[in-house]
């Protein structure tokens, strides 16, 4: 039997329903971790690429006064101590 690849829409829809189901039973941090530590093994630009909309997905749906709130914190979190 042959094999067919998912296109882009399948895989998005696919995706947001593992995190709509994850976030359901509060699981979305494991299964973010579990996910971005298998794209930064086999893909790390994807990974890059991955944390940084998740990142601006995160901030977009916050908020004006929280979002600037969002991105000090993570800012102070990610320069060296």
Known sequence: MARSTPTAETIEKV???????????????????AAMKKLRETNPKAAHAALRAMIEAMAASLPAHKRQKFLEELLAFLEPS
């Open 15 to 33: 995706m947001t329903a593992v995190l709509e189901e994850a976030r359901a039973n509060n699981a979305l941090p494991e299964v973010v971790d």
